[in-house]
């Protein structure tokens, strides 16, 4: 099973065409089981069709043509984005789901924030996966702590289950975001893999990281059990594979 992970700043990059493409082209080579996106935006305002209706619509045109996606909005992100979180996969959707992990469900609040769950038929047997764009384990307002209690207690299963996505916690940084999901019996996928690279996802600065100066493992594939992971590796970083975002993706081949 191939699993891709990608906070897409979508609209919001620059030549996002062009990127668009590269990524679409990139899911029909690799054929990932399953994607996990994170701002995934559209704007009426600003003329721009949902970023994953229009990945999926050029996979079909390569294609790729078993390939649906769920979004569902989390706020609206720089006053005109429709911004949210998104699941991509060619297998059947068996149900799905979405949820408020924050306080607040003012939309027009950046910090509101949602997650987007599937339960997926990966060739027989159901698997639970979940799209996740987590805030701040310091924020005051809308701590991590809380947003992490809540999709734990939906990602309560005894079925396989994934946590995807954009953490928004290093994993260097200890009784945070990271450690707190690995005490909740989460495992990462990253160490779990017999081969992986450095693992890094976000180089500088980015948006809610103004005075970052360092490399961040900040976006992750969890799992709720030891599984045999054959590789973890960093894409779309320009090494492997051109820069599409502000973040770098995680792909990960489980055996």
Not at 172 to 190: H, I, P, S
Request: some cysteine; aromatic content about 12%; charged content about 25%.
């Amino acid at each position: 099973m191939n699993l891709l992970t990608l906070n897409c700043h979508s609209w919001q990059e620059e030549n996002t065409l062009q990127k668009l493409t590269e990524l679409a082209q990139t899911i029909a080579e690799k054929s990932y089981d399953v994607v996990a996106l994170q701002e995934v935006s559209k704007s009426d305002k600003a003329g721009h069709a949902n970023y994953a209706e229009l990945l999926v619509q050029k996979l079909h045109n390569l294609g790729e043509t078993d390939y649906t996606f769920i979004w569902d909005m989390s706020h609206f992100g720089y006053e005109i984005y429709e911004e949210g979180v998104a699941i991509i996969t060619k297998h059947p959707v068996k149900s799905y789901d979405s949820f408020f992990i924050t306080d607040q469900h003012d939309m027009d609040n950046w910090k509101t924030r949602k997650i987007v769950q599937a339960v997926i038929d990966i060739n027989g047997e159901p698997a639970s996966f979940f799209s996740c764009h987590l805030g701040w384990w310091q924020d005051e307002e809308e701590p991590a702590k809380k947003q992490l209690d809540r999709l734990l207690a939906r990602a309560a299963s005894k079925e396989l289950t994934f946590l995807m996505g954009d953490f928004n916690g290093d994993a260097a940084v200890r009784n945070e975001n990271y450690d707190y999901l690995l005490a909740a019996g989460f495992w990462d996928t990253y160490t779990l893999a017999s081969e992986k690279d450095e693992g890094y996802t976000v180089k500088g600065k980015i948006d809610g990281w103004d005075g970052n100066k360092k490399d961040l493992r900040i976006d992750y594939i969890f799992v709720n059990r030891p599984i045999e992971v054959a590789s973890s590796r960093v894409i779309f970083n320009g090494i492997h594979k051109p820069v599409v975002s502000d973040h770098f993706g995680v792909e990960v081949v489980i055996r």
